[in-house]
């Protein structure tokens, strides 16, 4: 028996899961349910979806909420019929900015009950995206175009039904509503999609059909049919509720109904307020009363409350309650599973993570508590939750650990880290590139060439005097986007000279003389016998327990790697590469409690005081419930501090020191150093780098970047140092999105609202200091609700 089938059998025996069904059974359409704590709430409901079939929607208080009990039940459930239903935009209907992520999920949903013929569906959304009104089912199959393996259709046909459904052409397809042409190829991106797909036609039939990556622009998938559905959101006729859509044969679940229809008719009543016309808001949202209308012959499951007009026939207790706050203290997590054993209890820990429930068995033992029960679940939960009745107990690992969870979310748009498609898009005619073979030179445009009777898409490359390259698609990874530091503008030479080829040969031994000099201490240093460091023990394992977020794959194996080098007898001289926010940091922590658990001191050296600033907090914050003591060197601390701190340090009784260039001084002694931290070595002028390598010959090393100098990235890919990358980005790290309009105070309005109504904070930058009074004074006025604090750098005259 899988895990779900074992928690779902157990929730199909309690004796309110069977009330519930006998109440549907006897077509019952309004049910209030009590007491469904945390997860269990979801757990019933896959449990009900399960056993009952048909079309389910959940309806949660916000996307958040919405989006978790969507992951809740792709674990519970099978994923693939679980669809997410969010707006169309990007912050509020009232921003009007579209979402074509947002947009795609939303007709993904919407397809997925047209085409319901069987087995169940469930559909989890919230007030703002029920608010927002969709085509008509009629219109919806006027406007959607399928294609299928084997039928007769010409190229020029499909183009001209695309086209007339309103895509638009470009050289690479890679946002929904685009389609490209080449050959007797057609790449086209539905709005129903993650995924753009490839048609092949052979004369007038459709050869084969395979959906491809955008950035790489590769075949992936071969497909029999797809369906084609343009932008839905521009469709302005015929336009119906959600609630319309789906029609009667409909089971709502809604976590808080009062709460839903009095959002979504603040939704119509704001736009209203905002001076547009009724029959335009009409056309666009829909009142939570007119939804609550829509639905009266559907089911309603309420959670919490009911809504007005619509109250329940009966009320169903489950008597749960949520998962007690445990705050990493694993001694009263012993004590509570101990307890619920005694009481008959099956206490259940669920993690999809192997490395978590050791990590959990190997603090019980080490803690002289290896007697405690436990059952592990292979299951991820947003929240546990007790269920006395069952006797049962579901504890999440992230809860016990006190750490963020995050959802995940099927059918976004399905991107890569590669971008060499995008950036070629985002190349301007005259910007400058280099061609591995011949230089430097200005990118042209996109030309079409004809090569043995075929047409192929090319990129024009110019060089000194006018001279062309023509450089085929297929060759993009010869070609990078040119970047220096300074300002000056390149030297592009003439096609044919050899000069390219000179100045690289003359790179090549310069570097070639500096490989030489880095070997040599390289070879130094794996010659000197290090000190190696004891296995992990039990303050290690609580260290990295109480690590409030889940660890990326590629951040669990640079720790692997970093603890492996650390108890080897070889010096290590690892760096760990990975963007900013993909957790080096942690990474760095977890190195220098080891070292300090084995008696060592750790220097780690930063580029700006700022930043010397940050990591100081950051491990204070990380090692505050351990025997740690960590210090700074700055120029933000008095000469009376500094004097104290290294007469500390040298004694010994600093464990951790940060700081800048400082650490590197003739008066800054270790008593006995044995990890060093870099920070953005690449950020350190030759001198410091020179007193680095002095002070690293026989001290474990470990180096930290987002972005790797050429030296320093090549000598750990030809083994001279070792390399880890982190790539993973974290669970639903949400891309930076830039976007330019001119001044005003309604866009500026909507934009800090649209991100305080999300619990966040927003930074208003501006160019000069003497206007930032009038500025606070403009966004109190436009948004009395925000709290506004002023910050600058200019100091005063003392």
């Known amino acids: 028996m899988t895990p779900r089938e074992q928690l779902l059998t157990a929730i199909a025996r309690d004796e309110a899961f069977v009330e519930l069904n006998k109440q549907l059974d006897r077509g019952c359409a309004s049910i209030r349910l009590e007491a469904l704590a945390g997860s269990a709430y979801a757990a019933v409901a896959a449990t009900t979806i399960r056993k009952r079939g048909g079309v389910h929607i959940l309806v949660a208080d916000d996307r958040d909420s919405a989006a978790y009990t969507a992951a809740d039940l792709y674990a519970l459930l099978d994923a693939e019929r679980v669809m997410f239903l969010p707006t169309s935009y990007k912050r ?37 995206a029920l608010a927002e009104t969709v085509v008509g089912e009629r219109e919806m199959n006027n406007r959607t175009i399928t294609v299928s393996v084997g039928e007769h259709l010409s190229q020029e046909t499909l183009v001209e039904m695309i086209e007339d459904a309103g895509f638009e052409r470009v050289d690479f397809v890679y946002e929904p509503g685009q389609y490209s042409r080449r050959g007797g190829i057609v790449d086209l991106f539905s709005y129903s999609e993650s995924r753009p797909f490839r048609v092949d036609f052979f004369g007038d039939e459709v050869d084969s059909i395979r959906s491809f990556e955008i950035s790489s622009q590769l075949s992936k998938e071969r497909l029999n049919r797809v369906e084609i559905i343009p932008n839905l959101r521009e469709v302005e006729q015929a336009r119906v509720s959600v609630a319309e859509f789906a ?147 579901c504890y999440t690992d992230h809860q016990i650990f006190d750490r963020y969870h995050r959802y995940r979310l099927r059918g976004e748009i399905a991107r890569d880290e590669s971008l060499t498609v995008a950036e070629l898009n985002a190349l301007k005619v005259g910007d400058y590139v280099v061609h591995v073979d011949h230089g430097v030179g200005r990118f042209g445009g996109l030309v079409k060439t004809v090569e043995n009777g075929k047409q192929f898409e090319s990129i024009k490359l110019v060089y000194r005097d006018g001279d062309v390259l023509l450089v085929n698609v297929h060759s993009l990874h010869r070609i990078a986007r040119y970047k220096a530091g300074d300002s000056e503008p390149p030297k592009i030479y003439k096609l044919g000279t050899g000069a390219w080829q000179k100045l690289k040969n003359a790179t090549k031994k310069a570097v070639k003389d500096i490989a030489r000099e880095l070997i040599a201490l390289y070879a130094k240093r794996k010659a000197t016998p290090g000190f190696a460091f004891s296995a992990d023990g039990y303050l290690q394992h609580e260290l990295e327990a109480s690590f409030e977020y889940e660890d990326t794959p590629d951040q669990q194996k640079a720790v692997e790697a970093v603890k492996q080098d650390m108890e080897s007898t070889r010096p ?31 220097a780690i050296l930063v580029p700006t005081t700022i930043l010397s600033l940050q990591h100081y907090r950051t491990f204070s914050h990380r090692l505050r419930e351990f025997p740690v003591r960590i210090e700074h060197l700055s120029r933000t601390k008095s000469t009376r501090d500094v004097t104290a701190t290294l007469a500390d340090l040298e004694a010994g009784k600093i464990d951790i020191l940060i700081g800048t260039h400082k650490i590197l001084g003739k008066n800054v002694k270790f008593k006995d150093l044995g990890l060093l931290i870099i920070d953005e070595e690449q950020k350190f002028g030759v001198g410091a780098k020179e007193k680095l390598r002095q002070m690293s010959v026989n001290v474990d090393t470990l180096t930290l ?34 976007e330019s309009h001119l001044f005003g105070e309604e866009i500026i309005r909507e934009a800090i609202e649209a991100e305080l109504a999300r619990g966040g904070q927003v930074y208003f930058v501006h160019n000069r200091i003497d206007d930032l009074l009038t500025i606070q004074g403009m966004i109190a006025r436009i948004c009395p609700k925000a709290r506004t604090a002023i910050g600058h750098g200019r100091m005063n005259a003392q």
């Open 92 to 128: 509020s209907i009232q921003f009007g900015q579209e979402d074509a992520g947002g947009s795609v999920q939303r007709t993904a949903a919407l397809n997925a009950i047209r085409n319901f013929h069987g087995g169940y569906l469930v559909v989890c959304t919230y007030p703002e």
């Open 705 to 738: 970047t987002a972005t790797p100098i050429p030296r320093t990235l090549q000598f750990s890919l030809m083994g001279s140092r070792d390399l880890s990358v982190i790539s993973t980005p974290p669970p639903n790290r949400q891309p930076i999105v830039t």
């Open 572 to 602: 290590m001289d690892r760096l760990v590469c990975g963007d900013v926010g993909f957790g080096k940091t942690e990474v760095a922590v977890r190195a220098a409690f080891k070292a300090v658990t084995d008696g060592k001191q750790v």
């Open 247 to 393: 029609g009667s044969k409909v089971c709502y679940w809604v976590d808080d109904a009062l709460h839903a229809v009095r959002r979504m008719n603040d939704i119509r009543k704001r736009l209203l307020s905002d001076g547009h016309e009724v029959a335009e808001v009409d056309e666009r949202v829909v009142s939570g009363n007119l939804f609550m209308a829509d639905s009266r012959e559907a089911v309603m499951l309420m959670h919490r409350t009911e809504a007005a007009g619509r109250a329940a026939e009966c009320v169903i207790d489950f008597a749960t309650s949520p998962q007690p706050a445990f705050n990493k203290n694993f001694a009263l997590l012993a004590d509570d599973l101990t307890a619920r054993a005694a009481q008959g209890f099956t206490s259940y820990i669920l993690s999809e993570n192997k490395a978590q429930i050791e990590r959990l068995t190997n603090v019980f033992r080490q803690s002289g508590r290896a007697s405690v029960r436990f059952a592990p679940l292979s299951l991820t939960l947003h929240e546990g939750f007790v269920w006395p009745r069952l006797k049962m107990c």
